[in-house]
């Protein structure tokens, strides 16, 4: 089973919103609303960021949000901070063989 | 609050078996509301899921691990364990336990498509 495909980098300036993409199949992104993302800084465990596509866990900024559009989801951070710099992770329910996709993670620069 | 916290051996052999203990701390590995998964980053690398276990025993595992995977629960040490067998060096990977949980109106059920609730890691090196 494949991971989910993410950009490897993307970059943007303090202020400015940016978008990192997952892509999957019908499977599992396309077929369920079932997928999540994860901020992750060097040495630290992954923190939940959107549940189930659009949802914010209680605590997380309302400057990120996700969406989804056929196979694809995206998470969107707008008003980039210096500490939004960090590793994002995008995970799906997929029903072949009922587990979890995680993608390869993007590495979000704040220039 | 819950709270999870890996532990066991930093370096394993090659062909050896891998064990690592997560010990959960402010709730109960009998919960219902609970699914008690293990998760690996290899380094510079992504996640990936290898299982989970439900408080009745049930487990679920990565189809691309299933045959070297065990993962139990005991239930007097509020434990939950990984086992993996006949490693090699592309097991070499910070180990994560973690969990997911949906609460609404009062009431709280188990979720595996996503983990709002990690361990710290443990950093696992499979080296002779």
């Known amino acids: 089973q494949s991971a989910l495909t993410q950009p490897a980098s993307v970059s943007g300036s303090p202020g400015q919103s940016i978008t990192i993409s997952c892509t999957g199949t019908?499977?599992?992104?396309?077929?369920?609303?079932?997928v999540s993302w994860y901020q992750q800084h060097p040495g630290k465990a992954p923190k939940l960021m959107i549940y189930e596509v659009s949802n914010r866990p209680s605590g997380v900024s309302n400057r990120f949000s996700g969406s989804k559009s056929g196979n694809t989801a995206s998470l969107t951070i707008s008003g980039l901070q210096a500490e939004d710099e960090a590793h994002y992770s995008c995970?799906?329910?997929?029903?072949?063989?009922?587990?979890?996709?995680f993608g390869g993670g993007t590495k979000l620069t704040v220039l | 609050q819950v709270q999870l916290q890996e532990s066991g051996p930093g370096l394993v052999k090659p062909s050896e078996t891998l064990s690592l203990t997560c010990t959960v701390s402010g709730g109960s590995v009998t919960s219902n509301s609970h699914y008690w998964s293990w998760i690996r980053q290899p380094p510079g690398k992504g996640l990936e899921w290898i299982g989970h276990?439900?408080?009745?025993?049930?487990?679920n595992y990565n189809p691309s691990l299933k045959s070297r995977v065990t993962i139990s629960v005991d239930t007097s040490k509020n434990q939950f364990f990984l086992k993996l067998s006949s490693v090699t060096a592309a097991d070499t990977a910070v180990y994560f336990c973690a969990t997911g949980q949906s609460c609404s109106g009062g009431s709280c059920y188990p979720v595996f498509w996503y983990f709002d609730l990690w361990g710290r890691g443990t950093l696992v090196t499979v080296s002779s």
């Open positions: 019908s499977s599992d992104v396309g077929g369920y609303n079932y």
């Open positions: 276990i439900y408080y009745s025993g049930n487990t």
């Open positions: 995970s799906s329910y997929t029903s072949t063989s009922l587990h979890v996709l």
